[in-house]
């Protein structure tokens, strides 16, 4: 095998829940938002240029967001930014990155990774995906859990079994995101990690099982492939790519592997978090003595008996809060959200709403 390892980012949606500061046009991805001057998707490549090689990692996105991402990831090649025609899920996004990483080099080593997680322990995670790397060169099809820190609705699981020779174990089945009593068993069971959605495997070994499970996607991806470096390109991927089946890698693939024994999981705890909401966000930034969060600069921010507030001045005004409890602020030129940390998850309901009064233009 040649060793080499190449990292793909899907970098897609439009981060609903983070309005109204990530929008369809520019998503959670392309924003600082964890108190540094790097953008979400910038500090994903960051960490991943200790496991791989330059000019190595790859980039999918949307033809809304290329631009962007080309300008903000000046060291990934041109030619590593793959752009979709449209939205198909992980699925097919993924897989045709394997698709042509296996053409660059067939025996390639390859991992999957969100453009818009949040790593505070890069060193454990490089320990990680390395581990995931060992794992994957005999053939399983790996994933990365991350150890519980509490009984989470929101996240799916992965229920672990025995130990492997490389520090990895063997994934019994994925569990969809759980009710509360039933997260909690989860929890007491010790057997269940997080389910991060980042994946490690061979392109060789992965694609083998798109082509068993899903050959309609796996022939579609092959005459995109075959074209590639076609002045028909365009012309194929338009033809071609909306007929792909929509569905994610975990429901297409990694639930039939896991249950034929192929699929490997190595837990950890890096810090991580997926950046679902505002109030997820606040959870991972540093905060006052009075636990309130300000994203970016606080000139322009006053809070006097306030506590548990969430602000993001995003505009040129200044922000005031009086004797406020666990609250989300975030304010942008032309729209300004306000509503309680333990409704964050809901924000995206609000996008709904302004889609169905006509005010898409917001979203």
């Known amino acids: 095998m040649s060793g080499a390892f190449y990292p793909v980012i899907p970098a897609g949606g439009s981060g609903t829940r983070l309005w109204p500061l990530s929008r369809a046009g520019h ?39 290329a631009a962007a991402v080309a300008r903000q990831l000046p060291e990934v090649p041109a030619s590593n930014i793959v752009v979709e025609p449209g939205p198909r899920e992980s699925g097919p996004a993924i ?60 996240y799916g699981y992965i229920r672990c079994g025995d130990h492997l020779a490389t520090g990895a174990r063997a994934v019994l089945e994925f569990k969809e995101k759980p009710s509360l009593d039933v997260a909690e068993s989860y929890l007491a069971s010790g057997e269940y990690v997080w389910n991060a959605g980042m994946f490690v495997w061979r392109v060789d070994a992965f694609l083998g099982e798109v082509q068993r499970q899903l050959p309609e996607l796996y ?29 994610s890698v975990d429901h297409g693939i990694m639930e039939d592997a896991a249950a034929r024994g192929g699929v490997a999981v190595v837990p950890a705890a890096f810090g991580w978090n997926d950046l679902g909401d505002w109030d997820g966000l606040a959870a991972v930034l540093e905060h006052d003595a009075e636990g309130n ?15 548990g507030a969430m602000v993001v001045p995003n505009s040129s005004r200044t922000v005031a809060l009086l004797g406020m409890r666990d609250v989300v602020v975030v304010d942008t030129p032309d729209a300004l959200l306000v509503c309680p940390r333990d409704r964050a998850q809901e924000v995206k309901s609000l996008v709904e709403a302004l889609k169905n009064k006509g005010a898409g233009n917001l979203c």
Do not use: N
């Open 27 to 65: 998503p959670k991805f392309l924003h600082q938002l964890t108190g540094g001057d790097r953008t979400l998707i910038q500090e994903t490549v960051d960490r991943l240029k200790y496991v791989s090689l330059p000019g190595d990692t790859f980039v999918v996105t949307g033809a809304a967001h």
């Open 219 to 247: 022939s579609g991806l092959m005459k995109i492939c075959e074209s590639w470096d076609l002045p028909r390109r365009d012309e194929v991927l338009s033809e071609v790519w909306p007929r792909l089946p929509k569905i």
């Open 293 to 307: 969060t300000v994203v970016g600069t606080d000139d322009r921010v006053i809070m006097i008996d306030t506590s």
């Open 95 to 154: 897989a045709l990155a394997a698709a042509l990483i296996q053409r660059r080099d067939p025996d390639a080593v390859m991992g999957s990774f969100a453009a818009d997680h949040v790593v505070r322990d890069v060193r454990t995670f490089v320990t990680t995906v390395r581990t995931a790397i060992r794992t994957a060169a005999d053939g399983k099809l790996v994933c990365i859990g991350i150890t519980p820190t509490g009984p989470e609705v929101g």
